[in-house]
């Protein structure tokens, strides 16, 4: 995804301005634009320059961020993501409401002063109703010039026929400044002809302070925005606060201190005492404890040694240490935080498209609604004067601020929540749709487990040796990367055996391991896989059937056609994985676990953990599968180490990679937790429906306040209840709700992340696995390459009720998974009308 900084946005409807137009640009595949943050994200192929360019033809500016590329240094990485990011228009905002004031202050003094409270005023004035007209004119100019950014924004949009919030502001004040200016040569006509009184009473009909108070208290409205709108990136500037500024790196024998972005992977840096670390490496020399609480929330201390992993902007609490840079600059683990919680604000949740649906039509519909309102107040006999105000109040109390604010300032905080406490999400997207699962898959091994198993039980057949069974076994594991294969490692070292090198080793994945030694076959694996090299004793089967019960894995091996033995390996649970089953439990969802274990060790394990539901005997490859079918019962959330079990994180509607530590940028996942704890999935559901009923609440405020408050403003009650708005207040009116919105998104910042005591049960709607299991297989003549696949599967995936279609046209097969029941004639016409013919259908 690249990043953009669009300038010249004042709201809803300029967002979606912005990202129509950039949709529209040739190979762009999505965008999404942040009102939040003035960014913009964009995917496709389409160039920078043609991006940049759309925008510009939209009426905004834009300029792409990062473009110094990755070889850009440290220092600069932060400075323009940290520039990006920073408050610069309250300050702004703040010297312009000051000015503002002063002048409103002198034109309320003649407009209202001296009329309604009977201030005194300058003699030259005394019967000079003209002469007070013009000051009041003058001064509501000069308020106006000191506002211009509503007005040069507010018609350039309307002329390029997007009108936007600034356009209502600039309408709703240009309308009152020339009705006055009329009304004003009216007067200078009546005093000219000696009609001093209706020259007197004409200052009655002038808006100048109007005009002049419109803008001054939307200025205010924006300025209290802003602030908001600032604080809600505070977690996201606090993390690039933490970046350090030099490095001391050991050269030539010594220690040189150096700016941080002359630090190069590969080069060795010094971290003493009271320091942090420079970038991302690996320790060399000495062992300490780091203070990593800032990239993931662990108040404790965390003991590293060498060969340990350590981050940037850690903490080195005690030891001395030297360590060899591994990842610098964009690449470090602080700055992929960093783009996370950027992108998620770049992103767009699907929620937040209901507010662009309005905001895309809302200023349009308003303008001709203020239009139609004054007209109405004409033809029923009112005042010029009195229709146009109400049609102003229309245009003021209207801006779509809230509405397009609602969802992106908790988006924002949200992430900022969970970065704060080791939970990223990658996009607005896997913000609201972890909230909104009601199926978790939990992975076994290293998810539910420690993932470091260990060797419980050496059973040798009758005649075999243990010493003979553990070197024959050793030869093949110690070839595999599997974690019982590394369990019966560690336990021939610990008793010191050596096995003789193997040759022709092959891994069967999800069944065992084969490979020669000395001439003579090995085999090791699950029961089904060894008995098709070797005959497995009955005695056996009854011993592993008990040893399963005990949720303990039996690997067995063999050497020619001969049984050897078999060998238990258990992996422990975690601790917490009781507890964070119960609290996802609680939240009213179904817990499963999938596992390639057989089903019997699987069950002990599940009955431990306290899981709904066991999938067991899944190899990786049929992972997917189960999380597509899973997903027929609803929404699904895969938890897993976001490496082995890719394919089913990125099935599932939301992935989850627990444990990924410095690896946060794990590419299937949709949201990473850095801890290695299965409770931060509950967190995480936990934050996500937070943050979502923080969403609808300001989505509710911001719709409210509009449908309250538009009639008021039209004057509808005003023969019912009196009720009326004049102009100023509806301006008032407006900046409240904006800054109440921004409010209330903030208070997302006293979310309590680990309390379980407010946990509230979803609606569920998960469907046994019995009633969701509808594939067919179609055999099919005639596909011969990869573009007759996308035919088929195109084809296939338009007919009603089919969720999926996998195709092959080397089995000459489509695997169609269905959500509903489709009859085998409509599959098969809806192939061969594709000039295919289908053997069958299964």
Same mark, same amino acid.
């Given at each position: 995804?690249?990043?953009? %900084? ?30 939040? %943050?003035? /960014?913009?994200?964009?995917? &496709? ?12 033809? @939209? ?133 000219? %002809?000696?009609?001093?009184? @209706? ?15 419109? $803008? ?49 992977? #590969? ?115 009112? %005042? ?11 245009? $003021? ?7 397009? !604010? ?15 406490? &080791? ?22 091994? #290293? ?25 024959? +076994? ?83 091996? #063999? ?162 209840? &009196? ?6 207040? #509806? ?13 209330? +998104? !903030? ?56 969720? /999926? ?38």
């Amino acid at each position: 995804m690249k990043q953009y %900084t669009v300038t010249g946005m004042s709201c809803a409807a300029c967002q979606a301005r912005v990202e129509k137009a950039v949709s529209g640009v040739p190979g762009v595949t999505s965008c999404a634009v942040s009102l939040l %943050t003035n /960014s913009m994200g964009v995917e &496709g192929s389409a160039s920078p320059q043609e991006v940049i360019k759309a925008v510009e033809a @939209a009426g905004y500016g834009a300029n792409e961020r990062g473009t110094e590329g990755t070889s850009s240094v440290h220092k600069a990485f932060f400075a323009e993501e940290e520039e990006a990011l920073r408050d610069h228009e309250t300050p702004v905002l703040k010297r312009r409401l000051l000015i503002s004031l002063g002048f409103l202050l002198v034109l309320m003094y003649f407009s209202m002063g001296h009329s309604m409270l009977g201030l005194p005023l300058p003699e030259f004035f005394h019967d000079n109703p003209v002469g007070l007209g013009l000051v009041q004119m003058l001064l509501s100019a000069i308020v106006m010039y000191i506002n211009k950014k509503f007005f040069t924004s507010g018609f350039r949009s309307m002329f390029h026929l997007a009108p936007n919030m600034d356009t209502l502001v600039a309408m709703g004040s240009a309308v009152s400044f020339l009705w006055s200016l009329v009304v004003l040569f009216q007067m200078t006509g009546q005093q000219a %002809t000696g009609n001093a009184e @209706a020259a007197i009473a004409g200052l009655h009909n002038l808006y100048f302070e109007s005009a002049a108070m419109i $803008v001054t208290l939307i200025t205010i409205g924006k300025m209290l925005e802003a602030m908001s709108k600032g604080r809600t990136t505070d977690a996201l500037r606090g993390l690039m606060k933490l970046a350090p500024q030099t490095a001391v790196l050991w050269r030539d024998g010594e220690e040189k201190e150096v700016p941080i972005e002359e630090v190069h992977p #590969g080069d060795v840096f010094v971290v003493r005492p009271g320091e942090s670390v420079p970038v991302d490496g690996v320790i060399t020399e000495g062992e300490t404890a780091l203070d990593e609480s800032m990239l993931t929330g662990e108040s404790i201390p965390v003991d590293k040694h060498v060969g340990d992993a350590v981050s940037a902007a850690t903490m080195n609490q005690s030891g001395y240490i030297r360590a060899t840079a591994t990842r610098v600059g964009e690449d470090t683990t602080l700055s992929q935080i960093i783009h996370m919680v950027s992108d998620a604000a770049a992103t767009k949740a699907p929620i937040a498209r209901i507010a662009d649906k309005v905001s895309g039509v809302f200023v349009p519909a308003v303008l001709l609604l203020a239009v139609l309102v004054t007209v109405i107040w004409l033809l029923v006999g009112q %005042t010029p004067g009195y229709a146009l105000a109400r049609g102003i109040s229309v245009l $003021v109390i209207s801006c779509p601020c809230a509405l397009g !604010l609602a969802t992106p300032v908790a988006i924002m905080v949200g992430s900022g929540i969970g970065a704060r406490n &080791g939970i990223l999400f990658k996009t607005a997207e896997s913000l609201e749709m972890a909230g909104r699962v009601n199926t978790v898959v939990l992975d076994k091994t #290293g998810t539910i487990t420690s993932g470091t198993p260990e060797v419980t039980d050496v059973v040798p057949a009758e005649g075999v040796s243990e010493e003979r069974l553990l070197k024959s +076994a050793l030869a093949l594991e110690q070839r595999s990367e599997h974690p019982l294969a590394r369990a019966v490692v560690r336990e021939a070292e610990n008793r010191a055996l050596v096995s003789g090198e193997i040759e022709k080793f092959q891994a069967v994945a999800g069944n065992g391991l084969t490979g020669k030694r000395e001439g003579r076959t090995l085999a090791g694996g699950n029961a089904s896989f060894l008995g098709g090299f070797a005959v497995i004793p009955r005695e056996a089967e009854v011993r592993a059937s008990v040893l399963s019960e005990e949720g303990k894995t039996c690997l067995f091996f #063999g050497e020619e056609s001969r049984y050897l033995g078999m060998i238990a390996v258990a992996d422990t649970i975690r601790e917490d994985s009781p507890e964070a089953i119960r609290q996802m439990q609680n939240q009213g969802l179904h817990v499963v676990m999938l596992t390639g274990d057989e089903k019997r060790t699987a069950e002990a394990i599940g009955r431990q953990a306290g899981v709904d539901q066991v999938i067991a005997g899944v190899r990786p490859d049929g992972k997917d599968r189960e999380i597509r079918r899973l997903r027929r019962g609803g929404r699904v959330a895969m938890v897993g180490d976001g490496i082995n079990d890719a394919p089913a994180l990125t099935r599932a509607d939301v992935g989850i990679a627990i444990g990924a530590g410095a690896d946060v940028a794990v590419d299937a996942a949709d949201v990473v937790l850095i801890h290695n704890r299965l409770t931060d999935v509950a967190a995480a559901i936990r934050l996500s429906r937070g943050a979502v009923r923080n969403i609808h609440e300001n989505l509710f405020w911001a719709f409210f306040y509009n449908v309250i408050l538009i009639p008021v403003a039209a004057g509808a009650w005003v023969h019912l209840t &009196g009720w009326t708005m004049n102009p100023m207040l #509806g301006a008032a009116a407006m900046s409240l709700s904006s800054f109440c919105v921004c409010m209330n +998104a !903030l208070r997302l910042n006293l979310f309590r992340l680990y309390d379980t005591g407010r946990d509230r049960k979803i609606k569920q709607t998960y469907k046994p696995e019995e009633e969701m299991e509808m594939e067919k297989t179609m055999n099919i003549e005639g596909m011969m390459c990869t573009h007759c696949e996308a035919t088929v599967k195109k084809a296939l995936e338009a007919v009603a009720g089919v969720e /999926s279609a996998e195709v092959s046209h080397e089995a000459n097969k489509a695997v169609v998974t269905l959500s509903a029941e489709v009859g085998d004639e409509v599959l098969t016409k809806a192939v061969e009308d594709k000039d295919y013919k289908v053997l069958s259908v299964e």
